[in-house]
């Protein structure tokens, strides 16, 4: 047991990096569509390219959206209104004709009639509650069928039917009229407005209900396609009926695949296809970026974008499938730049595509649409801390986007009449969505603790409280550190490393010779030299602490890591020469690594570029006469010195590279010593 927990303490950065991808991808699988994938693109208004296509069950044909929305329409507009019809006011009208009839009529029209007279009301009553009398007239037409409901039952009739108010005084004159009461006509009219009541309404709740009931019974499926049948050969176009079987059986497909016993392999595969995903990225920067993959805050920053891009492009889909493309994917590639570096970010950017790839609809599309723009992203914005540089980008990234849909929309259907605008507006607002990456980057840096180039351009400002007491207590330093930024910003540029990084590095590399800036040649105003007083071994001792105070120093002011891994390696493991030299001619027995400066070497382009330009810089201050042939013996023989030593052994530059930065010494030590060419006479 004490044996397994020695293992797990010595192999914790592995542990956590094997946790780290586990949890990455059962969150990235959970994530994942719960369906199988249909294996085939159906591109419609293409041939199929495939071999022939059989049923491999049963499967319902689906109706296409217009068809559906066809027999809503049809729905609607054949849909049989429902009216009320209420059976107590015809009860309470008849139960108050006597009443009625009394006081209108005087004793001398009555003459014994009374009976006659009521009985008579009491019939046309009957006629007009025979289907109601409508309280308000609706647009409905008169031939036109209605369901009359009374109680629990519904009657359907004709609404021409149903007496409207405008028609009544029509309906009782004509009633009398056939009557023998002609002569009291008034008095019985007067009973009759004195009675009647509208008792039919227009039932709008129950209509809806109705109506709304046959909606959601509609069947979304017309016919079947038996298990075996021939769904389509190879060459036909797919289009019309082929494409809705088509569809219809991919969606069979993958909702039936899901649903069975398969269940676990589809997990299992999605599982295996993540983590392979994974495991290529993770093998990538374990090969070519050793140092990143040491650092696992690093590593979990990496895993963390990309499980942020598929959760945000998940809920997209969720929310809105025809969005997908608002998600502003370029971030992830842009933001790993700003950190890391773009090759890197392009890696990674490309594997969180593949892996979008099983969310999103029309996967190849999408995916040449991605990967395109984060190829243009990488190519644009080379320097992220340019707003003006990332506006162009975003531009550029929009512009990619509609040009490639247009491509693919004249693929597909053969013209551009077909292009949505919606579409072209997802682009839009997806680009708008890229400039996020500025405060997003912001929030990282607070989140993880690392550094971004825009946290560099701050710090590269001379007017920083660290480096103005650097220039103060020892200005012969800030001086050469000023010369050795800009040497190294122009070897970094040419050979296309981080040039605000190693400028950065370069003001800062020297800082710890402010604890004793007398001991430092730059600093030395007078003749009166501080080591003269000193043994060689105490003065080299000096020498070589500057790197350990300079580390005190930089993290005692919170600066970033990568800027502390500058002044860690730029004298590497070399000796300091002078003092050991001078301590081997009083000391034959003089060990060389008592004057050695406690390392590591570079492990980056960066560091590399500035331990030359540091070395060559300082070391030019020592020359009498610089001629052209002087400057560039003198450059070759520090760099070359240096790579003997194989100071470079670590650090991600070539041969190739370091002549480049070679090449940018001799000329710009030529331009600081005013050497002119030498004309002929």
Same mark, same amino acid.
């Given at each position: 047991m004490k044996k397994f927990v020695?293992?797990?303490? =010595?192999?914790?950065?592995?542990?956590?990096?094997?946790?780290?991808?586990?949890?990455?991808?059962?969150?990235?699988?959970?994530?994942?569509?719960r369906g199988g994938n249909f294996k085939y693109e159906i591109p419609k208004g293409k041939p199929w390219q495939y071999e022939n296509l059989y049923a491999p069950f049963?499967?319902?044909?689906?109706?296409?959206?217009?068809?559906?929305?066809?027999? &809503?329409?049809?729905? &609607?507009?054949?849909?049989? !209104?429902?009216?009320?019809?209420?059976?107590?006011?015809?009860?309470?009208?008849?139960?108050?004709?006597?009443?009625?009839?009394?006081?209108?009529?005087? /004793?001398?029209?009555?003459?014994?009639?009374?009976?006659q007279i009521i009985g008579f009301v009491n019939e046309t009553?009957?006629?007009?509650?025979?289907?109601?009398?409508?309280q308000a007239n609706n647009r409905v037409?008169?031939?036109?069928?209605?369901?009359?409901?009374? @109680?629990?039952?519904?009657?359907?009739?004709?609404? =021409?039917?149903?007496?409207?108010?405008?028609?009544?005084?029509?309906f009782l004159n004509t009633e009398i009229e056939q009557s023998n009461l002609s002569y009291i006509e008034n008095e019985l009219l007067e009973v009759f407005f004195n009675l009647i009541e509208p008792n039919v309404s227009f039932d709008s709740e129950f209509t809806q209900r109705e109506l709304q009931s046959k909606l959601d019974n509609i069947s979304y499926t017309r016919g079947n396609i038996e298990q075996g049948s021939r769904v389509i050969a190879r060459g036909e176009v797919v289009e019309g009926n082929k494409y809705n079987i088509l569809r219809s059986l991919k969606n069979e497909y993958e909702s039936q695949v899901w649903s069975e016993s398969n269940y676990k392999w589809i997990i299992v595969g999605y599982s295996v296809l993540v983590a392979l995903a994974l495991l290529m990225l993770l093998l990538f920067i374990r090969k070519y970026r050793q140092e990143i993959f040491e650092n696992n805050v690093k590593v979990t920053f990496i895993f963390f974008n990309i499980l942020f891009m598929v959760l945000l492009t998940k809920l997209v889909v969720n929310f809105n499938i025809d969005y997908v493309y608002v998600v502003p994917l370029c971030i992830l590639p842009l933001t790993l730049k700003a950190f890391f570096d773009a090759r890197l970010g392009m890696f990674t950017h490309v594997i969180?595509?593949?892996?979008? @790839?099983?969310?999103?609809?029309?996967?190849?599309?999408?995916?040449?649409?991605?990967?395109?723009?984060?190829?243009?992203?990488?190519?644009?914005v080379s320097e992220l801390y340019k707003r003006a540089n990332l506006f162009v980008s975003v531009g550029q990234i929009t512009l990619v986007y509609i040009i490639s849909?247009?491509?693919f929309t004249v693929i597909q259907?053969?013209?551009?009449?077909?292009?949505? @605008?919606?579409?072209?507006?997802?682009?839009?607002?997806?680009?708008?969505?890229?400039?996020?990456?500025? !405060?997003?980057?912001?929030?990282?840096?607070?989140?993880?603790?690392?550094? %971004? /180039?825009?946290?560099?351009?701050?710090? %590269?400002?001379?007017?920083? =409280?660290l480096l103005k007491e650097l220039s103060e207590k020892a200005p012969g330093t800030f001086h050469h550190s000023l010369n050795v930024a800009n040497l190294a910003e122009a070897a970094a540029n040419e050979i296309n490393a981080n040039a605000m990084l190693v400028r950065v590095g370069a003001l800062y590399h020297d800082i710890g010779k402010m604890k004793n800036p007398t001991y430092f040649s730059e600093n030395q105003t007078s003749a009166v030299n501080s080591h003269d007083e000193l043994a060689p071994r105490e003065s080299a001792q000096i020498i070589t602490d500057h790197v350990i105070n300079g580390i005190e120093i930089a993290k005692k002011h919170n600066l970033p890591d990568r800027v502390i891994d500058f002044i860690r390696t730029h004298h590497g493991t070399t000796t300091v020469y002078?003092?050991?030299?001078?301590?081997?001619?009083?000391?034959?027995?003089?060990?060389?690594?008592?004057? &050695?400066?406690? @390392?590591?070497?570079?492990?980056?382009?960066?560091?590399?570029?500035?331990?030359?330009?540091?070395?060559?810089?300082?070391?030019?201050?020592?020359? =009498?006469? !610089?001629?052209?042939?002087?400057?560039d013996n003198f450059v070759e023989k520090i760099i070359d010195k240096q790579m003997k030593e194989e100071q470079f052994l670590n650090a991600n530059i070539t041969f190739k590279e370091i002549q480049v930065v070679k090449k940018i010494l001799k000329r710009k030590l030529k331009n600081i010593f005013h050497l002119r060419v030498e004309y002929p006479e």
């Open positions: 020695n293992n797990l303490y =010595k192999n914790q950065a592995l542990f956590y990096k094997v946790f780290l991808f586990a949890l990455t991808a059962v969150l990235i699988v959970y994530l994942l569509p049963d499967f319902a044909i689906l109706k296409s959206e217009e068809e559906i929305q066809q027999e &809503r329409q049809q729905i &609607r507009n054949n849909h049989t !209104p429902y009216f009320q019809y209420n059976q107590e006011i015809p009860k309470q009208v008849k139960a108050e004709v006597p009443d009625v009839v009394y006081e209108v009529f005087p /004793d001398s029209l009555l003459r014994n009639r009374e009976i009553l009957e006629e007009v509650y025979e289907f109601g009398l409508l037409e008169d031939n036109q069928l209605v369901y009359l409901r009374k @109680g629990n039952e519904a009657f359907e009739i004709s609404y =021409k039917n149903i007496l409207k108010q405008d028609e009544v005084r029509n969180t595509v593949l892996l979008l @790839g099983f969310i999103v609809p029309n996967s190849y599309e999408y995916m040449f649409l991605q990967i395109i723009a984060g190829i243009v992203t990488i190519l644009t849909y247009f491509a259907e053969g013209n551009i009449a077909d292009v949505e @605008g919606e579409v072209l507006l997802t682009f839009l607002l997806g680009g708008l969505a890229t400039l996020f990456v500025q !405060p997003l980057i912001y929030i990282y840096e607070k989140i993880f603790g690392m550094v %971004s /180039d825009m946290s560099l351009l701050e710090l %590269s400002d001379t007017n920083s =409280k002078f003092f050991y030299m001078k301590e081997k001619e009083q000391n034959d027995n003089a060990v060389a690594d008592d004057f &050695r400066y406690p @390392g590591p070497i570079p492990f980056s382009k960066e560091t590399a570029i500035l331990m030359m330009c540091d070395s060559v810089e300082a070391a030019s201050k020592s020359l =009498k006469e !610089p001629t052209a042939g002087v400057i």
